[in-house]
């Protein structure tokens, strides 16, 4: 991996991401569909998902969802909640899922009132956790709307939750504790 633009967080929140979202998977029953290191056929349809290699992934990543969205101004927690939910999601969605948790008006849109409650929840320990626990409820929330609305994805939610459970597991020991 050439890491010489990326920052450290960057590349913590991306090697975790890529231990989520593995390599080339094309399952007819996924609405995601045709995906490869998590990158879809359907965001990128210029690209041959298959040979996608892994640096042009991280590339991506970095390019169209951490700098297009201004990550690193977030404080490290929500950066990471952010990112891995902007790969999983629309993001309108994702940010309002952060908004909500931050108790921001949840228009989708990553704002300086946004990134102002961010920097203000995250000045306390006991507050980070308890937002980054609401955003992730929040996101299972949508997996289970997602399973109502169409039974043919319910073969998923198992994953779901476990992305969830990896993603909380890694903020609280790796990102929040690793940077005491």
């Given at each position: 991996?050439?890491?010489?633009?990326?920052?450290?967080v960057f590349l913590t929140a991306v090697n975790h991401l890529?231990?989520?979202?593995?390599?080339?998977v094309d399952d007819p029953t996924d609405n995601g569909g045709e995906t490869n290191y998590g990158i879809s056929k359907r965001q990128?349809?210029?690209?041959?998902?298959?040979?996608?290699?892994?640096?042009?992934?991280?590339?991506?990543?970095?390019?169209?969802?951490?700098?297009?969205?201004?990550?690193?101004q977030l404080p490290i927690?929500?950066?990471?909640?952010?990112?891995?939910?902007?790969?999983?999601h629309r993001p309108k969605t994702a940010i309002k899922f952060l908004q909500q948790a931050?108790?921001?008006?949840?228009?989708?849109?990553?704002?300086?009132?946004?990134?102002?409650?961010?920097k203000q929840f995250s000045q306390n320990l006991e507050h980070t956790v308890e937002t980054i626990t609401w955003c992730l409820s929040y996101r299972a929330d949508f997996y289970h709307d997602l399973?109502?609305?169409?039974?043919?994805?319910?073969?998923?939610?198992?994953?779901?939750?476990?992305?969830?459970?990896s993603l909380q597991q890694f903020i609280l020991t790796e990102v929040i504790h690793g940077t005491d």
């Open positions: 991996m050439n890491e010489q633009n990326y920052s450290q890529l231990k989520v979202e593995g390599g080339y990128y349809p210029q690209l041959n998902i298959i040979k996608l290699t892994m640096d042009e992934a991280i590339y991506l990543y970095h390019r169209d969802y951490w700098l297009a969205n201004k990550l690193d927690a929500y950066a990471c909640f952010l990112f891995d939910a902007l790969v999983n931050l108790r921001a008006t949840p228009d989708g849109i990553l704002g300086p009132q946004t990134r102002a409650a961010a399973v109502v609305d169409n039974p043919s994805q319910e073969r998923f939610i198992l994953g779901w939750m476990r992305r969830l459970f």
